[in-house]
């Protein structure tokens, strides 16, 4: 089946430093790579859809110089959380689609815990 | 705009009864619908799809949910109850026309199984 890796899977940095996050489809070539962001028991909001060789659409409200998207190649994607504060903590998911068949499917990573100190 | 409700943030469930968590969109036109289950600190895994098929949906680990267009909701159940259940589960929504795959989750449904 479909393989997304995240990594690292928990990760704790200085306030003011930048953490990358790093989201790769192991065994397939994906077609668009989306970032979010899960709260403590709540559900996943979209941060950003990103494209291999084009700049990441952000949703309204996500800051674009504080959660940097790069996205290199069609199974690496890399979310990089800039100047980082505490208030950046969180769990963050990355999710990996490809076209097959004529029908999407999205498969996930494993996920990010990310503590800001 | 589309939209996705989960009634009930919290469940729980005796070891061997039915689950049934609600589900129900809002949207000009009948989307494709998505149930995913999320052990604590993991990913999202599918747990089945709604795709304009059929209409009774069998997924993975004995889940199954009915699309109702006239209800516009899409609940899951499963008629037994295991431990391993126990866990966090997401209702999806996905345009028919979005190629890229761009999912908009509820709010999520907490379910605890009690021996």
């Known amino acids: 089946g479909a393989v997304v890796s995240q990594h690292p899977s928990r990760v704790i940095c200085k306030s003011g430093t930048s953490v990358k996050i790093e989201c790769r489809s192991l065994?397939?070539?994906?077609?668009?790579m989306f970032w979010y962001r899960q709260f403590p028991k709540k559900s996943l909001m979209l941060m950003a859809t990103s494209n291999e060789g084009s700049k990441a659409t952000y949703e309204q409200g996500v800051e674009k110089d504080k959660f940097l998207i790069n996205h290199a190649s069609l199974t690496l994607s890399t979310l990089t959380v800039t100047s980082a504060h505490p208030e950046d903590s969180s769990f963050y998911i990355c999710?990996?689609?490809?076209?097959?068949?004529?029908?999407?499917?999205?498969?996930f990573g494993q996920g990010t815990r990310l503590t800001v100190v | 705009a589309q939209s996705v409700t989960q009634l009930g943030s919290h469940v729980s469930v005796s070891e061997g009864a039915l689950v049934l968590l609600r589900c129900n969109y809002s949207?000009?036109?009948?989307?494709?619908l998505f149930w995913y289950v999320q052990y604590p600190n993991q990913g999202l895994q599918l747990l089945l799809k709604?795709?304009?098929?059929?209409?009774l949906v069998k997924g993975i680990n004995g889940f199954e949910a009915e699309f109702k267009k006239s209800e516009t909701s899409f609940h899951l159940t499963k008629p037994s109850a295991h431990m391993s259940d126990a866990a966090e589960y997401f209702c999806a929504v996905r345009k028919t026309t979005d190629s890229w795959g761009k999912l908009q989750f509820g709010a999520g449904t907490q379910v605890v199984v009690t021996p």
């Open positions: 949207s000009s036109v009948p989307p494709y």
């Open positions: 065994d397939f070539q994906a077609t668009t």
């Open positions: 999710s990996a689609t490809i076209l097959y068949g004529g029908n999407t499917e999205a498969f």
């Open positions: 709604y795709t304009s098929a059929a209409t």
